[in-house]
């Protein structure tokens, strides 16, 4: 297939361009900045400079694809209305890219929520307004599926792993792991209780890959394989770096060095979800050591000094 992929210098998105260029697609992946040009043309994909404000550009790509990989800006709405405008009527698929933070829970990292939501289920937001945009921009997607797209969505939970593009780094794991660098300690929110769903980059990338060749329209999937509490992440990058025991700090203490907003739902949320439809569906079957063991074994710590 001949696609179009935005985010093409992002740890998605150059993950998953790599996914399907070895498995013979072709991939224009849009990017910002012309100084990426080479590096991006390095791993196979042809460079569409612009952004996702350029409608006009976005709609022709769209058009003349086979398919397109929303892996920007997931609240950019103006992005994803001309990428279905550029769809409209064709039946071709668009996979747009969300996250399980829809669904989280402000914990403080004082506790774990015990309800689990599964993507087999009606899907509903959390009570903050960010989470409800994010979750009306899924549903703006999944309405293309009215005007002659094959529309999925794929909400992310916490990647891990070494990005296969030109980002190699991700967020939350990286941010931990700075943060120890920094204080000479692990550190984790509050009491560290708070667990999210976790992926492997490698089984996220197969799963885009599955559904732009097999979902049916409408789908949803979470993109999960186990979950991990973040005092256990914080344990194990406190092996690796030689730092010992972790240790907990308050919401504020967090919020001071990081910014209320990560501080709050990056690292101290909890987000627990099912991967059953993607499974189901389209017989994904994750095989990546999990986020722990990838810390103890294969993360590479030079990125994050």
Known sequence: MNLFLTGATGFIGGSIAHQLTQTGHHVRGLIRSP??????????IVPVVGSLDD?????????????VIN??????????????????????????????GMVS?????????????????????GP??????????????????????????????????????VARDSVQVPMMVRIAQQTGEAR??????????????????????????????GSFYFVENGEVAFAEIAAAIGRRLGLGEPHG??????SAMLG????????????????????????WSPSQMSVTDWIATEMPLQRHA
């Open 35 to 44: 100084a990426d040009a080479d590096a991006v043309a390095a791993l196979g």
């Open 55 to 67: 409608a006009a550009l976005l709609g022709l790509e769209a058009e003349a694809s086979d398919g």
């Open 71 to 100: 892996a920007a800006d997931s609240m950019h709405r103006a992005g994803l209305e001309a990428l279905i405008d550029g769809l409209r009527g064709s039946s071709k698929p668009l996979l747009h890219t969300s996250g399980i």
């Open 105 to 125: 829970r402000d914990v403080a990292g004082d506790r774990t929520v015990d309800q689990i939501v599964d993507d087999a289920e009606p899907v509903a937001p």
């Open 128 to 165: 903050h307004p960010a989470q409800h945009a994010l979750r009306e921009q899924e549903l703006r997607a999944l309405g293309a599926v009215t005007q002659g797209v094959r529309a999925v969505v794929l909400s992310n939970s916490l990647i891990y792993g070494t990005g296969l593009g």
């Open 188 to 217: 984790f929110v509050g009491h560290g209780l708070n667990r999210w769903s976790t992926v492997h980059i490698a089984d996220m990338s197969t799963l885009y890959r599955l559904a732009l060749e097999e979902a049916p329209a």
């Open 249 to 254: 700090w308050s919401l504020d203490e967090a």
């Open 260 to 283: 209320e907003i990560p501080a709050r739902f990056l690292l101290g949320s909890d987000a627990r979800v099912r991967a059953t439809a993607a499974r189901r569906d389209l017989g």
